[in-house]
Each structure stands twice: as structure tokens, then as C-alpha cells.
């Protein structure tokens, strides 16, 4: 008899525990962090956010690279942390966000990683998680080294300056969480009207003419590891005879090739040459607090 009577209690202990776990999940209680980064800028943020609020982030590039859009659980919070491409989100974030499912979310926060001018992601980034039915409560933008070495107009930063970007970015990071577990609104740079429909009506050429690419190729150094193949969020890159070729109407010029390759044997014409490549692993001892 003692003996069913301790099934029986362990039984109701359990049934119990179950019950509290459905309601705890269910009531919204959670916070969410998805993200993608090419180079570990947006990858550093979002672990160190997801580490302070005693969550997790999900990377979105497995995601995004097998077309996954079924469903994910979230909880009541999100956070959606992304780089700049372009004056804007990267397209290819922006539509995988437009067509994913997020369950269970009520409110949503937008984290955003620039070399010094976000543009318009945070007014797309606002506009595509209002019209999933989310209530925006604004978005913080970190300036880190910039990337985009296949442009002519890219400034090159000396080993002090991303130290101290990176270093400003984990100082700032403790406060934006604590925001964000209060509940309060985020105030990021407002992009104003006309600035919204200039960046919207020149976007489409801007990305015609900065994301070809037909100028990408690699050197002899190539040691045929592939990794610039996996490591595409488009499945851009197809390895032949054990060297990348470009889909040229994939490529989103996220730069996660050129800058993972380990041997810096990816140029993109003549613009990249002698051009420091850059990894967030590389200064993460910059960085006050490490994911």
C-alpha cells in the first residue's frame, strides 16, 4: 500500500510540474533571440544579450540555408539582431522574417550591427514585426568594424579603432539588456519619411549595381576546404574541381566568404587586394564581457 501511495504521489508531483511547465512556457514569460552574422559582429551581440537576460539566440543561417520556414515557439519576447547591408536589412533576412512563423510572441525588439549608418533597417525591421501582429518596442544599433571590403567607398580601420568599437559595444550591452527585461522602449535612430522613400526608390539599383557577382575568384592559396561554401546564408556557392564558383543570382555580398576564408585566398576584383579581412574571433579580447 506505501507503495502506491508513493506511485501515486510522484505521479501527482509530476502531472503537477508538467502543468506548471505548460503554463510558465505559455504565458510569455520567455525571451527569444534570433540572428544572423556573416563575420561574428551580430553572432557577439546576440549571445552576450542572450547570456545577460539568461536565454538563448538562435543562428537563422541553418534556417535560412535549408528553407526552413516552419514554425518557431518564441515566447512573449523577441529579439531580432541583425548587420546592416545596403542602408537596410539584408534582403535575404528580410524576406526569410516576412515568411517565418513566430509563435506566441507579443512584443519584439530589433538589434542591429553598422559600421556607422543604419539606414533604414530599423523602419523595415519595425514594419515587417508590426505586420506579423508585434507590438515594436524599438531597436538599439551598435557600431562594429565594417565588412564590406568589395566596395570602393570602404574606410579602413586601423587595429585601435575596432578594438574600441568592439570595446564600446560590450560596455553598452548590459544597459540594452536591462531595457529589455524591464520592458522599456528602445530608442534607435528614426529614419525620417523622406529618407525612407529615397532609400526605398534607390534600392533596388543600389543592389543591381553592388552586389554582382561576376568579379569574385579565388587565388592559389585555395586549400579546398569548402568552408566559404557552408558558411553562405544563400547557398550562393557551389565547390568544382574543389574551388567556390558564385551563383551570380544568389550572391547577397554578405561577405561571410571572403572574410572566413582562412587563407584569405577570396578577392573580389582588384578592390579587395591588400585589404585587411576581418573576423570578430579575431579581437575577441577587445570585448569587456565574452559570450
Known sequence: M???????????TLTCVMHFWRNWE?????????????TGNTR?????????LEDEARDLCPRMRANDFSEMKCGKTLIVCSPVHVSGLPKFVAD????????????????LTDAGYSGIAGHELATILQGKGMRFKGFAEFMLPGIHI???????????EIERRIRTTSERLPDVARAIREGETLTGRRSLLPEVALTKALMPALRFVGLRTQKFWVGDQCISCG?????????????????????????????ACIHNCPKAAIEYGDVTRDKRRYTFAK???AAKDEA
Open 96 to 111: 526569410y522574417l516576412r515568411r517565418v512563423s513566430f509563435l506566441e510572441v507579443q512584443e519584439a525588439y530589433g538589434i
Open 283 to 285: 579581437y575577441r579580447y
Open 2 to 12: 506505501l507503495n502506491l501511495t508513493t506511485l501515486l504521489t510522484q505521479c501527482f
Open 227 to 255: 568552408l566559404c561554401e557552408r558558411v553562405c546564408p544563400v547557398v550562393a556557392i557551389t565547390m568544382r574541381a574543389g574551388k567556390p564558383t558564385w551563383n551570380m543570382s544568389h550572391c547577397a555580398h554578405c561577405m
Open 44 to 52: 557577439f551581440v546576440a549571445k552576450t544579450l542572450a547570456k545577460l
Open 150 to 160: 568589395t566596395s570602393i567607398t570602404n574606410r579602413i580601420i586601423d587595429t585601435q
Open 26 to 38: 505559455s504565458s510569455g514569460r520567455t525571451i527569444m533571440i534570433v540572428y544572423f552574422s556573416a
